[in-house]
Nanobody
Framework: QVQLVESGGGLVQSGGSLRLSCTSS????????MGWYRQAPGMGRELVAS???????NYADFVEGRFTISRDKAKNTLELQMNSLKSEDTAVYYC???????????????WGQGTQVTVSS
């Protein structure tokens, strides 16, 4: 069973920065897609950023150039550098890893337990 473990969350003032890391028990380059999602209190889980096996990255509109997703092959981690944080970025951030098969029934999705990010105004 693949395990994903997030770290790096915490409390930061508005305008500050945090760097989230996701450690995987499987080689991260074996995933077809990896990403960061977040869930604020009373809200649904939403995509923050994703990165495909080719390295192409996709960001939610609300990121507005403030976040950067990357993979570190040497550390076998997925990273999310978050700058210019706003109070509305407060949420639990989840790491996701997915493998895609020719038939969707064989797709696999793995999730971490989440790390809390709190931005004070």
């Amino acid at each position: 069973q693949v395990q994903l473990v997030e770290s790096g969350g915490g409390l930061v003032q508005s305008g500050g920065s945090l760097r989230l890391s996701c450690t995987s028990s499987a080689r991260i380059f074996n995933f077809d897609v990896m990403g960061w999602y977040r869930q604020a209190p009373g809200m649904g889980r939403e995509l923050v950023a994703s990165i495909g096996s080719s390295g192409s990255a996709n960001y939610a509109d609300f990121v507005e150039g403030r976040f950067t997703i990357s993979r570190d092959k040497a550390k076998n981690t997925l990273e999310l550098q978050m700058n210019s944080l706003k109070s509305e970025d407060t949420a639990v951030y989840y790491c996701h890893g997915g493998t895609r098969a020719l038939s969707p029934k064989y797709d696999r999705n793995y999730w971490g337990q989440g790390t809390q990010v709190t931005v004070s105004s």
